[in-house]
């Protein structure tokens, strides 16, 4: 790279992080693999390398600029095969907002070097594949790894041209430096004695990691300073118990600071069990690769994967009593004060009651069922996805049945007559399938947000199953004859509309996450969700209520007929059970809600379990990874684990 210093042996065999970012600066093949312990400090390393490189870049003149390509930090984990250059183009795509052209040209070009991290944390055969990706790239690489995962990666072929560096252990002088930053207090002066005058007992020796020293600070703030003394006190046998005692303090040391206004409070206790649980859980759960289930254990805390953690059918019983409920008390309003007909004369409160209950409760159980079938579970990733095939969907689901119910009851003129049930349910099926192949061929637009998608209203694809919809919903309601011609154009236009808004809000698969944290993207889920279903059940009840209105009027009503003052009935009456069902369907803010109600029953979890991840997070017990959570040291993960098993 350009006003790099070449590199000589000294520099090469140790140093700091400026001889880091010269080795990666100065290698001639430009890989760089860097390996260290547990706890030795790959990521912050990583870290510090890529905004020293950023650091030196900005330095440059133009010309000398071009020369210098930017560092890209990513960890590895969640490569799935594929060629690394589609895989780094969809990552750019989704963390840095850019389109995919502009991605695969600054790849193509040599703008790009990556920064991997998290190599060991790969299923083994992964690494393999892994390295031999490597080989073919042309960009600068520094892969950070645990020794021995490396080793057994590079056993049949290794990383052609790559300077191997291994993190040394923090000096003495270094790590009595830093606890002398700390508050000049009495028992920090006692322990840093302690460290030059024994540097060979297990304390001594087990504060030579970043971790050990991080969790030392942490887990002693000032008003639990005298606790401190007890370190001095212990006769720990190994370095392992002097980790497993910092971890011990820390969760209890997170929640017994001051609680703040705002946010919720939470006792040592409840969040040890908690905690326990979540960890416990990633701990079970497997990895996926290409050809089945792998050895190792999950570090991603997904929002949208946790109802993986528990039975679908309770949650689907519980949608469908919803549903019900709400059907109910909307045909009531719509059959009621609304004075709707239903087909040959049904009309009135009883029918209305009866006839809302098993719509709703058909509507609610196929929504749930739609809702926990979106995702497969990790048991059926292989049967669905081709190997080493990126997840795609080619149909959504929850698109294609919402939509065929809306046009089936919409488009049925007469309930006793069989040409008509077979005539509406054939529309309806025909317009639900082409509106859930539509839903996957609108992509999201670069940097993926709920509004982004919104672009794709006026698209040929949103448009077709639309146009259908309302040319089935027309030939229905019009029978015919002019005299239905206005209303049966307002049902048309009203009915596009809500087609045209289930087909763009549907995301191709929530395997794509939105970029940017847990919570945010919990709270843009909903948000988007609540406005779609608002808008689609508000678009068919409106299409019911004017249907109604001007088709008697049409019809020849006397002036005594329905008038524009029932339409609100009907309006609230046939929308909310559709704007409950698409929510149910379309959101996984929904399902995950009814999992937290699940693990609340059993005492496993917070009702509120979103607000406990984000409070855990502000605790610095966790750190963001796109729109997932990951525990900030994995031991913890291990000790919450094995200490919740415990507990057991």
Known sequence: MPQVASLGDATVREGGIPGLFSVYAGVVSGRVVVLGAPGAGKT???????????????????????????????????????????????????????????????????????????FDEMANDLRHAALRELDRTAYRVVVFSRPDAFEAAVADGHLLGAVALELSPVPASDAIAFLRSMPRLASWQRL???????????????????????????????????????????????????EEYLLGRLVKIRYRLEPSASRPVYQPRQAERWLGYVAGRMNEQKTYDHDGPAAGRAYNLNWRRLHHWASPWPRIALTAITGALLGASGCVLAYGPGGYVAWDGFRGIKFGALYGSIVGISMGAGAGALAELRDP??????????????????????????????????????????????AAIAAGVVTGVLAGFTATLIPPAPGWSGWSRWRGLYSWPALAPAGLAGTCVALAQGNGTTDRALPAGILTTLTVACVSLMVVAARPASLVDPVTDPYTSWRQDRNLALATSTVFGLGIGLAFGVNEVIGATDDGATPDGPGWGVV?????????????????????????????????????????????????????????????????????????????????
């Open 192 to 242: 840093i004695t302690h460290l030059e005058n024994e540097p060979d007992s297990t304390l001594s020796q087990a504060l030579t990691t970043p971790l050990t020293l991080t969790l030392l600070r942490d887990a002693f703030p000032p008003r639990r300073i005298t606790d401190l003394d007890g370190v001095l006190a212990e006769r720990f046998e190994s370095r392992h118990e002097v």
């Open 377 to 422: 579970a990790p048991g059926r990733l292989k049967r669905l996805y081709a190997q080493r095939a990126s997840p795609r969907r080619h149909f959504h689901p929850a698109t294609g049945i919402l939509v065929a119910i809306a046009v089936t009851v919409t488009a049925i003129p007469s309930i006793v007559s069989p040409i008509s049930w077979t």
């Open 568 to 648: 609100p009935f009907i309006v609230i009456g046939f929308g909310l059970p559709f704007a409950c069902a698409s929510m149910a369907a379309i959101s996984d803010h929904w399902r995950t809600s009814l999992l937290f109600l699940q693990l609340r029953l059993r005492g496993d979890f917070p009702l509120l379990g979103m607000r406990f991840l984000k409070d855990a997070y502000d605790h610095r017990l966790f750190r963001a990874e796109g729109a997932s959570y990951q525990f900030r040291h994995s031991l913890l993960q291990d000790r919450l684990a094995r200490d919740a098993y415990t507990r057991a």
């Open 44 to 118: 912050d390393a990583a870290l510090l390398t890529v905004l020293r490189a950023l650091d030196h870049r900005d330095t440059l003149r133009e010309g000398d600029r071009a020369q210098c390509p930017v560092p890209v930090l990513l960890s590895i984990v969640g490569w799935d095969g594929r060629r690394l250059d589609d895989w780094l183009a969809a990552r750019l795509v989704d963390d840095y907002r850019i389109g995919r052209k502009q991605a695969e040209e600054l790849i193509g070009g040599g703008w790009i070097s990556l920064f991997l991290d998290s």
